[in-house]
């Protein structure tokens, strides 16, 4: 499975971003998606995640201003992200979990980070 995440930028207090997580799978079944956010020298956070049945989770931090969503038929997930704050500036990583479709044997992806920024 490769992640490819993409959608960040640099944008004002109160705005607004869509980020993508775009994946690319062979011999797998992703059974879950999801957001992390890390910043320098920190450990990585859950910012929400969503199942295959649309199942999701969302940190408290976020909940209210951020929508996780997902397409399985192109195997792509979304994050709404409205009314953005300084607090929410880190490089945003996509995680996926998917079984392989021989054994079942569940496996860990992490695609590439997009940065966000928020100004005050």
């Known amino acids: 499975v490769q992640l490819q995440a993409s959608g960040g930028g640099l944008v004002q207090a109160g705005g607004s971003l869509r980020l993508s997580c775009a994946a690319s799978?062979?011999?797998?079944?992703?059974?879950?998606m999801g957001w992390y956010r890390q910043d320098p020298g920190k450990q990585r956070d859950l910012v929400a995640s969503?199942?295959?049945?649309?199942?999701?989770n969302y940190a408290d931090s976020v909940k209210g201003r951020f929508t996780i969503s997902r397409d399985n038929a192109k195997n792509t997930m979304y994050l709404q992200m409205n009314g953005l704050k300084p607090e929410d500036t880190a490089a945003y990583l996509c995680?996926?979990?998917?079984?392989?479709?021989?054994?079942?044997?569940?496996?860990?992806?992490w695609g590439q980070g997009t940065l966000v920024t928020v100004s005050s």
């Open positions: 799978v062979r011999n797998r079944r992703i059974t879950s």
């Open positions: 995680n996926a979990v998917a079984r392989s479709t021989n054994s079942g044997t569940p496996y860990t992806y």
């Open positions: 969503i199942t295959t049945e649309g199942l999701t």
